[in-house]
C-alpha cells in the first residue's frame, strides 16, 4: 500500500516513550490510509488503485473472538508475525519490527489484507487516516462499547483526537448533554464545535462540577487520555448505575483505585474499550459515510498537516496538548 496520509496518535508516543514495550528498531505509525499498489496472488478484495484505510485490529476471522462479532480481540496469529520477527521488512541484514502490523511512518506498507478496508474515493486520504484509529476508537466506544441511546448524558475527559470523536459519537447518539473536560480552553471551544453542550475546566472539583451540571451525574463518563487518577474522577461523576469507559491507554504497571462502596451500593460500572469495539469492515465504511453526508466532521480536527521529517515536532506537540490531531501527509 502507497501510504497517502497517516495521523499522529499518543499511541505512538506511549510506544516511543517505552510505555509500550515492542522490540527495536521499530517502524512507528498505526493511523493510516493509502492506495493499494500491488496485490498478492492469495488476495481477492482488493485490487491495485483501490483507496484503503489500514487498520491495527488485524483479524483471522476464524478463531473464537473473530466468529462471535468480535473482530477487535481476535487471538489468533495467523495474520500477524511474532513479535521481534521482522520476517517481512529488514533493513540490510538487521529485522525491523513494524508498529502494530503496519509501520505507517512509511511511504509504503506491506499489510496482511484481513488489515484493510476499501473506502469510496471521495474522502480525502487525509481525513481518511483519523478513521484508522483515533475515530473508530472514540466513535466506537459511543457507539458500540457503551451504546450510548438519545437522551442519556456523557461526559469525556480529554479532547484530543479520540475525545473529540467521543464527543462526535455522542452527538450522534443523540446524547442530550454532552460535557467536555479538559484543561485547556482551546480544546473545549473545539469540543463545543463539534457536540459539546457544555466545558469544564479540568480541576479539583471536575467531579463535583459535573455532577452539578447534570443533576447528579452523567449516564457514561468516557476517559480518553489514560491517567489512572482521571479515571477514578469519572466513576465519580457518574450517576447512580452510571458507566465508566476506559478508552484512554493507561501505561503498563500503574493501577486504577477504584471507591469499592460506590461500585457496589450505587451499582456502578468500570468498562475497558478497546479499539471502540469496532468491527472495522463495517463500521469504517459507516462512518466514511457520516463524514460524507456531514455528520461527522474531521476537517475541524486535523490541527497541522506535516511531513514525515517533522514527526518529532509533532510529538512534541502532543506533549503539550497544543494540537487535536497532527496528519503526515505523502505525496500519493
Not at 477487535?72 to 513479535?83: E, K
Not at 509504503?108 to 487516516?129: F, G, T, Y
Not at 479515571?231 to 491507554?249: K, N
Amino acid at each position: 500500500v502507497r501510504t497517502a496520509a497517516c495521523g499522529v496518535c499518543h499511541s505512538d508516543l506511549h510506544l516511543l516513550e517505552g510505555h509500550i514495550p515492542t522490540p527495536v528498531p521499530c517502524v512507528l505509525g498505526h493511523e493510516p490510509a493509502g492506495v493499494v499498489e500491488v496485490v498478492g496472488s492469495d488476495v481477492r478484495d482488493f485490487k491495485a488503485g483501490d483507496h484503503v484505510i489500514a487498520c491495527l485490529s488485524v483479524f483471522c476471522g476464524s478463531c473464537e473472538m473473530c466468529t462471535s462479532g468480535r473482530p477487535y480481540m481476535c487471538s489468533a496469529d495467523t495474520c500477524r508475525r511474532q513479535p521481534g520477527d521482522g520476517s517481512r521488512l529488514r533493513l540490510g541484514q538487521e529485522a525491523l519490527e513494524v508498529m502494530a502490523d503496519l509501520g505507517a511512518f512509511a511511504e509504503q506498507m506491506l499489510v496482511h489484507e484481513n488489515a484493510l478496508v476499501k473506502v469510496r474515493d471521495e474522502i480525502p486520504l487525509d481525513r481518511a487516516a483519523l478513521i484508522g484509529c483515533g475515530v473508530t476508537t472514540g466513535l466506537g466506544a459511543v457507539l458500540n462499547t457503551a451504546q450510548v441511546r438519545p437522551g442519556d448524558t456523557v461526559s469525556v475527559t480529554g479532547c484530543g483526537g479520540v475525545g473529540l470523536s467521543a464527543i462526535q459519537g455522542a452527538r450522534i447518539a443523540g446524547a442530550s448533554r454532552i460535557v467536555a473536560i479538559d484543561n485547556q480552553e482551546w480544546k473545549l471551544e473545539l469540543a463545543q464545535k463539534l457536540g459539546a453542550t457544555d466545558a469544564v475546566i479540568s480541576d479539583g472539583d471536575t467531579a463535583r462540577n459535573v455532577k452539578a451540571l447534570t443533576s447528579g451525574g452523567v449516564d457514561y463518563a468516557f476517559e480518553c487520555i489514560g491517567i489512572p487518577e482521571l479515571i477514578t474522577q469519572c466513576i465519580r461523576m457518574t450517576r447512580d448505575c452510571g458507566t465508566t469507559v476506559m478508552v484512554g491507554v493507561v501505561p503498563r504497571g500503574l493501577n486504577v483505585e477504584v471507591p469499592g462502596i460506590n461500585m457496589t451500593l450505587q451499582e456502578k460500572k468500570l468498562i475497558g474499550s478497546i479499539m471502540g469495539s469496532a468491527r472495522f469492515r463495517t463500521d469504517m465504511p459507516y462512518f466514511v459515510d457520516l463524514y460524507l453526508n456531514g455528520s461527522l466532521l474531521l476537517d475541524e480536527m486535523i490541527s497541522a498537516r506535516i511531513p514525515l521529517e517533522d514527526v518529532n515536532s509533532a510529538f512534541d506537540e502532543m506533549r503539550k496538548g497544543s494540537v487535536a490531531r497532527s496528519v503526515i501527509t505523502f505525496d500519493v
